[in-house]
């Protein structure tokens, strides 16, 4: 009997533990409520947690009272988080409260390589480390979003052709290799999605999709608060739907994909006549500052990407679609049509009418996915010294099993 | 003279708004910079022969070449260190002479060498100011000059935690970020920045890198050197290949790929001027 009274403990532990790493910082309250425990069992269990030094205490406000607020105590190492894009990598560092500690920006050339690029992110890693104090040895892992479809069994890209110069690279052999830490790899929309559904625009959702608009589209699946990968990892890759049946070639293969109506070139190209060459982020830009042919642009592809989306949220049914990316940047301009689009042809339910908002964390979306996906991997020895406790309460089984 | 002038005229965002319209108007712009036909000699040796090369605002250009291509002599030649022996420079369609730095930097065009030229013993404001420093009443205007520093540094979202920091307690990715900053004292309109990420670690390269895309979304033309074609290829537009002191090859950065650049520089490729557009 006193054995399944700790273990069920043990497990009360866990289940708190793993909130907060979910979600970096909660207050007591707030656990309550995400654990289903009550307000006193909290309150006893971090005790005891903040006596064995696993979680770490402080006073916030929480609706204008005062509250605890529980993060993860930071001895427990230090996170890394990498997003490379089509134009640019960025590096984090957090610790297991989520916080942020070092963050840099680096820009890459088009069709950039997997080998020096990883090689550049490594050596970028190593020196955000010494920038705050600490080494490899405290870095718990390191997870890696990617603009590709990723096979979750070997991180690597699982379809050729999509971001070249990355095929057949066993991406997270190679960092592990280098860095002799745990590497984690997912697509980059996947870690925006899980990064929206626990600590931004979604995480009142069970159900959501985020959508991420950049360089390419593509779509991260959040089904039951788990992030929905499929098989091979090319769940939500609505980059590749076909939306005009004699239009361009894509990269993958197939003709018309969304990503050749509404990708970089696609947002770039009709520009030239009248706007002379510009980049993406100079049409994000110009679009924000009133220029009218840019926000036609964005806002055509917004439209032709809702309908995309309209697909997909028939098919999953979600309450809620997050939109982010560079063109997200422009907030109604993007996301205005493409809402219209997407409620013209969902079956809009009586319950709860689809929402689509903009990704409230912005750029670092994806980054801080990478992070969380890190975090969460990572295993903690919830077990704590309890000397009132009988030694023989435990089965030993399950002591070995635990430990 | 009133501090408020002072601080924008200093510090000024520098026309980013005149770019802006030039670009949504015409695709027929008039170049900030174009240099055309420019020969140099040094006694023998034929450092440029007939160089065309132009600058947009808003546009970042990269030269790249072999040593000896002469990259750097062409950016001696924009910031008036040295003279062509024949040749036309144009600045927004005016016919201009670069006879000397001062007349370069009144005409609005900064320059970075490799050698950075700061102080060690000053601080990042005393460094930014040097030989332009702000006076009130005969004093230096420290105050003000110390927050414009502060501007200047925080619109290049730069990581230098003070400006009172002097030059000598930085690392050589502050010192390069200092040295971009100085450039953007004075108004200028084209920034020359000669290989501006050699020896610096690859969070420094960020940096800098950054930096060049702030430039350029100031609204500035930049001449980029460099030898490191990940860099090159990461933050310009378009890519100029000089080989032997001659044209060969200009590419557009975002689609040319790293093997027709350097085919172009090693001279396995011996492309006329403007070459890639002739397929549209």
Known sequence: MSGSQTSLREANRASIIDAVKRHGGLT????????????????????????????????????GRRAQLVTLARRTGLAVGIHVGHRSMRVALAGFAHEIVADQVLPLPSEHR???????????????????????????????????????????????????????????????????????????????????????????YRDSVYVRASVG???????????????????????????????????????????????ARAIVEPLRGTHGSLTLRDVVQRALDGDPGCARVIADAGATIGTVVAGLATAVNPQCVVVGG?????????????????????????????????????????????????????????????????????????????? | MPVEAVRDETIGVPDGEQARQTMTTTTTRTPLLAMRQICKRFNAVEALVDVDFEVYAHEVVALVGDNGAGKSTLAKVISGVLQPDSGLIEMEGETVAIPS????????????????????NLDVTANLFLGREMTGRALLADAQMEDAAKKILRDLSSRIPSVRTQLRDLSAGQRQSVAIARTLIGSP??????????????????????????????????????????????????IEVLRHGRNNGSFDASSASYEAILAAITGATHQGYRSVPRFA
């Open chain 1, 28 to 63: 007591q309250v707030e656990l309550a409520g995400a654990t289903g425990l009550s307000a006193a069992t909290v309150s006893t269990i971090i005790k005891e947690l903040l006596g064995a030094g696993v979680v770490d205490t402080r006073t916030t406000i929480r609706s």
């Open chain 1, 114 to 204: 997997a080998d020096t690029s990883l090689d550049r992110a490594a050596l970028l890693i190593v020196e955000l480390l010494d920038r705050v104090g600490s080494s490899i040895d405290e870095v718990v892992g390191i997870g890696i979003g990617l603009p590709a479809p990723v096979d979750a069994a070997t991180g690597a890209v699982s379809v050729r052709g999509i971001l070249r110069g990355w095929d057949d690279v066993p991406v997270a052999q190679v960092m592990s290799k280098r860095l002799a830490r745990p590497v984690f790899v997912d697509n980059d929309a996947n870690l925006g999605a899980l990064a929206e559904s626990t600590a931004g625009a979604s995480r009142e």
């Open chain 1, 217 to 263: 589209t593509g779509a991260g699946i959040v089904v039951n608060g788990q992030v929905f990968r499929g098989f091979a990892g090319t769940a939500g890759e609505i980059g590749h739907v076909q939306v005009d049946p004699q239009g361009d070639i894509c990269r993958c293969g197939s003709r018309g994909c969304l990503d050749t109506v509404v990708g």
């Open chain 1, 326 to 403: 560079d063109l997200a940047e422009t907030g109604e301009i993007l996301i205005g049509p493409m809402r219209d689009a997407i409620h013209r042809r969902v079956l809009l339910n009586q319950i709860a009418p689809l929402e689509v908002v903009p990704a409230e964390l912005g750029q670092s979306a994806e980054v801080q996915g990478a992070l969380s996906m890190v975090l969460q991997a990572t295993e903690f020895d919830v077990r704590l010294d309890e000397p009132d406790d009988d030694p023989h309460d435990e089965p030993p089984v399950e002591a070995t099993h635990a430990g």
């Open chain 2, 101 to 120: 730095p001062s007349a370069a930097h009144d005409l609005g065009v900064a320059t970075v060498f490799q050698d950075l030229a700061l102080c060690d």
């Open chain 2, 189 to 238: 309109r084209i920034v020359v920045l000669d290989e501006p990420t050699a020896s610096l670690s690859v969070a420094q390269t960020a940096e800098v890198l950054t930096h060049i895309q702030g430039l350029r979304d100031l609204g500035l033309g930049v001449v980029l050197i460099s030898h490191n074609m990940n860099d090159v290829r990461a933050v310009s537009d378009r």
